[in-house]
């Protein structure tokens, strides 16, 4: 499992950046959310963080 981005949904807020316990989200030059995978702990924090929905934990 990993968390994957809604592009379409992210607006760029950094709430999933600030609850990632792991540092593995970034936002990018575009200010979407990006998932390092590699680092990605599948807490499901930046999902419940997400007030846009655009992050789920598959």
């Not at 949904?9 to 540092?23: F, L, M, N, Q």
Request: proline share 3%.
């Amino acid at each position: 499992m990993v968390a994957k981005i809604d592009a379409d949904s992210c607006t760029g807020c950094g709430s999933c950046v600030d609850e990632c316990p792991a540092a593995a989200i970034t936002l990018n030059d575009e200010d979407i959310a990006v998932v390092d995978e590699d680092e990605c702990l599948d807490c499901g924090a930046c999902e419940d963080a997400c007030p846009n929905g655009a992050i789920t934990v598959e």
